[in-house]
């Protein structure tokens, strides 16, 4: 069965340090994978997905993911943090028949 | 485009009580989902709907637990009756539908349940 595992349920960075959210994946299949943002309050929205195509990925807000294989491995990066980009970070796999398995979650925290 | 829409925004019952939250997917999009978000953890799909058709039902407490799509469009989840442990944020989500596992899921905001 698919599934993803996010590692450190926090992470803390300056304003315009680099942003590394880690994302391991485990599937049968080639896999499509998932980063959704969730800020407080609200829904989940989509930063970027990789379905098989470039495996670095560019997405909203200056966010991009690399696709390893030997790795199994999504991480997600961006160059310099800003305080607008606290919030919860979700890497999800997709199941196939449209379904999503989502990890636990890394709550971004920036400071000034 | 509208987005997904749910309501109410938030919920306040007691255990044993009933209670009811509303979807209304993008318009034109086949498959909405019903997810389950507990603090501190990712959301866990409780059932998905192709159209007015349950496809997934798993993970659906089915003796508390139920769901309905009817016309295809708008949805209701209902809990009855409510547990402390149903205490969440349950999230309505919907694709464009198809055989695709590429399709995006659109959120919506959430209704955050409180169950005391």
């Known amino acids: 069965a698919q599934s993803v595992t996010q590692l450190g349920s926090h992470v803390s960075v300056s304003e315009g340090a680099l942003v590394l959210l880690r994302c391991n994946y485990s599937?049968?299949?080639?896999?499509?994978l998932f980063w959704y943002v969730q800020y407080p309050n609200q829904g989940l929205q989509l930063l970027l997905k990789y379905t098989s195509a470039a495996t670095l990925v560019k997405g909203i807000n200056g966010f991009e993911a690399e696709f390893k294989k030997s790795e199994t491995s999504f991480h997600l990066t961006k160059p310099s943090a800003h305080m607008s980009d606290a919030a919860e970070y979700f890497c999800a796999v997709s199941t196939g028949f449209q379904k999503l398995v989502f990890g636990t979650g890394t709550r971004l925290l920036v400071s000034p | 485009e509208a987005g997904v829409a749910q309501s109410p925004r938030y919920k306040i019952i007691e255990k044993r009580q009933s209670v009811a939250f509303w979807c209304n997917p993008i318009s034109g999009h086949a498959t909405l989902y019903w997810y389950q978000q507990i603090l501190g953890q990712g959301p866990k799909l409780l059932i998905q709907f192709q159209n007015n058709g349950v496809v997934d039902d798993s993970q659906l407490p089915k003796d508390r637990f139920s769901a309905e799509r009817l016309k295809g469009v708008d949805s209701t989840l209902k809990i009855q009756p409510a547990k402390l442990e149903d205490s969440a944020v349950y999230l309505c989500?919907?694709?464009?539908?198809?055989?695709?596992?590429?399709?995006?899921?659109?959120f919506g905001a959430g209704t955050r349940l409180s169950v005391l």
């Open positions: 599937s049968s299949v080639p896999p499509y």
């Open positions: 989500a919907s694709s464009p539908g198809g055989s695709s596992a590429k399709n995006i899921q659109y």
